[in-house]
T-cell receptor, first 113, second 113 residues
C-alpha cells in the first residue's frame, strides 16, 4: 500500500540556518505530494504541493521537488526564522486510491534565536 | 479563502456520554474528512464523505459514526465516549481527489474523563 516516511524530529536549528526535512514515499500510482505545517494549537495549513514528477512547489521561502527516481519530496529552506518553529507533515494523495491522503508522522522543528 | 470551522476548540466529556463534533466548510467542497491526531501516531483517518449522505470508513472507524445531511456540514459522533478517545480531532475538506489539497479546521481537543 501507499506510505509516507519522514525523518524523526525534533530538528533543532539556529536562526538563519539551512533546513532540510526528508520525506520519501511509496505509491502504486501517480501521487500528488504535499507539505503541511501545523503551528501550536492550530490545524494543518498547506505549505506547498507538487502534482507530477520534477515539479517544484514553493511558498514562504520553502521549496520541495518531486523526485520520482528517488521517490522523495524533501522540504528545504535556505534561512529559517524563529517563526518557522512548527510541526511539518509530508503527505501524498493518489488518484487511484480515492480521495484520501496518506500523512507522514510529522517532524517538529524548533528554531532558536 | 476556504474556511473550515469546528464547533469547539476544547471539549471535556464523561465516559459513556454521546459526543457530537461539528464541522462546517464554506467552499462548496464535495469531500470532507475526520482525522484524529495523537503524539507519535500522526494523523489517522476516521471517516470521510464524498457526497451528501455518502460515507466511507477510514483506518480507525471503530467507536465512531458520522453524518452528512448537508453538503457543508460533516458531523462526527462518539456513541459512547471512552477515555481512549481522548485526542485532537481535525476536520478537513477538499474539492476532489488526486491533485486537490485538503483544507483543515483548527481542531477540537477532546478530553474524556
Amino acid at each position: 500500500g501507499n506510505s509516507v516516511t519522514q525523518m524523526e524530529g525534533p530538528v533543532t536549528l539556529s536562526e538563519e540556518a539551512f533546513l532540510t526535512i526528508n520525506c520519501t514515499y511509496t505509491a502504486t500510482g501517480y501521487p500528488s505530494l504535499f507539505w503541511y505545517v501545523q503551528y501550536p494549537g492550530e490545524g494543518l495549513q498547506l505549505l506547498l504541493k507538487a502534482t507530477k514528477a520534477d515539479d517544484k512547489g514553493s511558498n514562504k521561502g520553502f521549496e520541495a521537488t518531486y523526485r520520482k527516481e528517488t521517490t522523495s519530496f524533501h522540504l528545504e529552506k535556505g534561512s529559517v526564522q524563529v517563526s518557522d518553529s512548527a510541526v511539518y507533515f509530508c503527505a501524498l494523495s493518489d488518484r487511484g486510491q480515492g480521495f484520501s491522503f496518506i500523512f507522514g508522522k510529522g517532524t517538529r522543528l524548533l528554531v532558536k534565536p | 479563502d476556504v474556511k473550515v470551522t469546528q464547533s469547539s476548540r476544547y471539549l471535556v466529556k464523561r465516559t459513556g456520554e454521546k459526543v457530537f463534533l461539528e464541522c462546517v466548510q464554506d467552499m462548496d467542497h464535495e469531500n470532507m474528512f475526520w482525522y484524529r491526531q495523537d503524539p507519535g501516531l500522526g494523523l489517522r483517518l476516521i471517516y470521510f464523505s464524498y457526497d451528501v449522505k455518502m460515507k466511507e470508513k477510514g483506518d480507525i472507524p471503530e467507536g465512531y459514526s458520522v453524518s452528512r445531511e448537508k453538503k457543508e456540514r460533516f458531523s462526527l459522533i462518539l456513541e459512547s465516549a471512552s477515555t481512549n478517545q481522548t485526542s485532537m480531532y481535525l476536520c478537513a475538506s477538499s474539492a476532489g481527489g488526486g491533485t486537490y489539497e485538503q483544507y483543515f479546521g483548527p481542531g477540537t481537543r477532546l478530553t474524556v474523563t
